[in-house]
Each structure stands twice: as structure tokens, then as C-alpha cells.
């Protein structure tokens, strides 16, 4: 019997680490409401996350006071420190991919982790960056552009920092997670990103939260050919 291979995870950050989407927060409660005709798009395959978000973050009236204010309101899974913790004692390196915003994903794991400076100093983040001007918040993308248009390219990330024999875990929830777990040897889905998995036969466990991560990782990280959705404690 071969060994495992070793374990790499990439994890989507809004609807994953924390428990609401942070992005959609903010275009519900500062975004003009034409926010919602642009995501229609998006989900219709019309637009690109890039596209899409580019033109949402221009229909947002909010300065950097009143996010900062709503960043109170978000919870993370209360699983996750855990989660991290186990990781760096087992020496499974963690990557936050998002399409999300760099200024929310810092200030919150600032304001959940910031107690835990070691694990912050280990949690690398891929993700778009969110800046402050008098006119309102400005978007930008430090990844180039992707064949599908995606604001982070999150493909591009995994095949950027995988070694040849890792094997990929992603954790994720939503559309803009369809292509990582397609590119990934095996995904932690749920919501939206559970049917997408289920409809392109990837490989993949239904879960709940890190809590099920956990569980898989305390049973040593099983890599095993016939991943079915009896392998957790119910169906997400």
C-alpha cells in the first residue's frame, strides 16, 4: 500500500470561515439595489466574479467606518481556530483563497485570531483588495485575469503553491468555489458548491462545519478512493 500523500488545504473564507457571506452583508445593507441585477448575471454565467463585483463595489455608499462597524456583527465557525491549530500541529499547511474583500478577511481573523499571533503569521490570504477613498471603497485584483473571468483565480493559487505530491483539500461553499474543487483532489462542500460537486461527480464529503473537518483529519486524513456522502454524520 502507497503512503498518503501530504495534505494541503485552500478554504474559501465568506459563507466558510465565517457563517454569512461578508460581501453580500455589505451590498445588502450599503449597495444601490441594482447590486442584485448584476449578481443575477453572474449566476446566469453571463459575467464574470470579476465583472460582477467590479460593478457591485461601485454601487457601494459606505466608508471604512461604517464596514468596520458591520464586521462586528459577523461570526466565524467556531470551529475554525481549532481547525487551524490542528493543522499546524499536524504540519498541514492552510491557505485562505477568496473572492472576497483583503480588508474584511484581515479585520476579521484580526479580531477573531488576533489573540493567536502565530496562527495569523501561518494563514497566508489570496483574495481582492479593498481600499478607502473619499468617494467610497475601490476595488482591485492582484491576480491576472483568468479564462473565466473569476475576481481571485483561486485554480491559479492551488497550482501556484501545490507541490507535486500534495494532496489538495478545498473547502468551500458557493459558485465562486466551482472551479477549486474541480482542480482539487478532494473538497469539503456544502449549499450551492455541494450541487455543483454532486453534478460533476467530483470528489468530495458533504459538511456542516470545521467540526467535520476536524473528524476527518483526527481519523488521519483518510484518502480513500470511494469518498460518499455516508462517510459524515448526515447529509448537508
Sequence with gaps: ????????????????????????????????????????????GRIGSREC???QVALVSAGQKDLDRLLGEVKIDPYFTEFVQLARQMRLPVT???????????????????????????????????????????????????????????????ERLRGAGDYTVFIGDGLSDRYAAEASDLTFAKSKLLLHCRQKNLRYRPYFGFEDVLEWMKAGCPQDANTTERTLKGNA
Design 1 to 44: 500500500m502507497s503512503s498518503p500523500k501530504p495534505v494541503r488545504f485552500f478554504v474559501d473564507f465568506d459563507g466558510t470561515i465565517t457563517e454569512n457571506d461578508v460581501v453580500d452583508l455589505i451590498l445588502e445593507r450599503y449597495a444601490e439595489p441594482e447590486w442584485r441585477l448584476i449578481e443575477k448575471k453572474w449566476q446566469d
Design 53 to 55: 463585483l467590479s460593478s
Design 96 to 158: 485562505i483563497v477568496s473572492d472576497g474583500f483583503d480588508w474584511v478577511i484581515d479585520n476579521t481573523l484580526q479580531r477573531k485570531l488576533g489573540h493567536l499571533p502565530q496562527l495569523l503569521r501561518d494563514l497566508p490570504v489570496h483574495s481582492n483588495k479593498l481600499t478607502f477613498t473619499p468617494e467610497g471603497p475601490r476595488l482591485s485584483f492582484p491576480e491576472e485575469p483568468c479564462e473565466h473571468g473569476c475576481a481571485t483565480c483561486k485554480v491559479r493559487v492551488i
